[in-house]
């Protein structure tokens, strides 16, 4: 088991000679770190960004079951998220500076892991990680509530989420999605979702209004943006998941998120790197308008005077107490 161990942090260390890459580690999916290279500032560090990749992992793999890589773009730094292919008890990530060149490290990475893969076949368990038979996952969650149906509810009103989306400024928010899905064939789907996971879908993709693939694709960016600012201190500004034939991009647009999914092959990553930004940033500039013209809620006139008269009648009879 040493042995694999000590062949896979030497692949790892020529990863690490990469110009621009800080460190690389090889980690299970609960966040073990098997082993690594690069400079580490403590043991802590180690265990703390693990953790932090696990969870980016495991809530990437909820969206989908065929997952290449995680990119997260950050002002002062990039992380890496890199699937194991057909093994998906380990991952590999990185932490790169933002002038690192993707696409020479994302080809070491290629073939880095077809060098360790036979070395995670061959070494068996390398660290503790807890697994459990569907009889043993039953009792587990027998010891909880678990809602296995989904739950139908009442849509929440956009006014829970402080903000007034007036009728204009959805149709506006609606035909700028639309206007990409038109320029670019095959954007799909596309959405904006608003803090908390919200959906905002165009005209012609209105079956993602109530899609959880909205909630999820914000629990992601929310994820990453937390390890990002715990890590390096850093605020992100986009997300690219390469998921097969895919390229799956998330935006920050202030108070939310701009999702697109598109074929590999439609366009040139750098044209879409220009070109979604001028989208992101006249979506941005609808919702601050919904920011600023949000009230606070009034309270209702008779519930206001119930108020009134019960705090004067508490405070005579504390004063005559």
């Known amino acids: 088991m040493m042995d694999a161990v000590c062949k896979i942090q030497t692949e790892l260390e020529q990863l690490r000679n990469i110009r621009g890459v800080e460190n690389c580690f090889l980690a299970q999916r609960d966040g073990y770190p098997i082993t690594s290279a690069g400079l580490w500032l403590s043991e802590d560090e180690i265990f703390g960004i693990a953790a932090a990749a696990s969870a980016i992992n495991a809530v990437a793999r909820r969206l989908y079951s065929t997952l290449n890589y995680i990119l997260v773009e950050g002002d002062q730094a990039k992380f890496l998220v890199v699937a194991i292919p057909e093994n998906d008890?380990?991952?590999?990530?990185?932490?790169?500076?933002?002038?690192?060149?993707?696409?020479?490290?994302?080809?070491?990475?290629?073939?880095?892991?077809?060098?360790?893969?036979?070395?995670?076949l061959n070494a068996g368990s390398l660290t503790p990680l807890r697994s459990y038979s569907k009889v043993q996952e039953t009792s587990i969650m027998a010891r909880f509530q678990a809602q296995e149906q989904p739950i139908h509810a009442q849509s929440p009103s956009l006014r829970s989420l402080s903000l007034v989306l007036t009728k204009p400024m959805m149709v506006k928010l609606r035909a700028l999605m639309a206007d990409f899905t038109n320029l670019m064939d095959g954007a799909h789907p596309?959405?904006?979702?608003?803090?908390?996971?919200?959906?905002?879908?165009?005209?012609?993709?209105?079956?993602?209004?109530?899609?959880?693939?909205?909630?999820?694709?914000?629990?992601?960016?929310?994820?990453?943006?937390?390890?990002a600012w715990i890590t390096k201190r850093t605020s992100i500004n986009q997300v690219t998941i390469d998921?097969?034939?895919?390229?799956?991009?998330?935006?920050?647009?202030?108070?939310?998120?701009?999702?697109?999914?598109?074929?590999?092959?439609?366009c040139r990553l750098g044209y879409l790197r220009l070109l979604i930004p001028t989208y992101t940033t006249?979506?941005?500039?609808?919702?601050?308008?919904?920011?600023?013209?949000?009230?606070?809620?009034?309270?209702?006139?008779?519930m206001n005077r119930f108020l009134n008269g019960f705090f004067s009648t508490f405070k005579q009879q504390t004063l005559t107490g």
């Open 89 to 120: 008890a380990f991952f590999l990530s990185l932490t790169t500076r933002t002038q690192a060149n993707l696409g020479v490290i994302l080809q070491s990475l290629n073939h880095c892991i077809q060098r360790i893969y036979p070395h995670l």
């Open 190 to 227: 596309t959405f904006i979702s608003l803090n908390g996971g919200y959906p905002i879908a165009p005209e012609n993709q209105l079956e993602f209004s109530t899609s959880s693939l909205s909630a999820f694709t914000y629990a992601l960016y929310d994820t990453c943006e937390k390890v």
């Open 243 to 266: 998921i097969g034939s895919q390229h799956h991009f998330i935006y920050n647009t202030g108070t939310g998120i701009f999702s697109t999914t598109l074929q590999k092959g439609n």
């Open 282 to 302: 006249r979506i941005e500039e609808t919702l601050n308008e919904a920011s600023q013209t949000f009230e606070k809620p009034k309270i209702q006139q008779p």
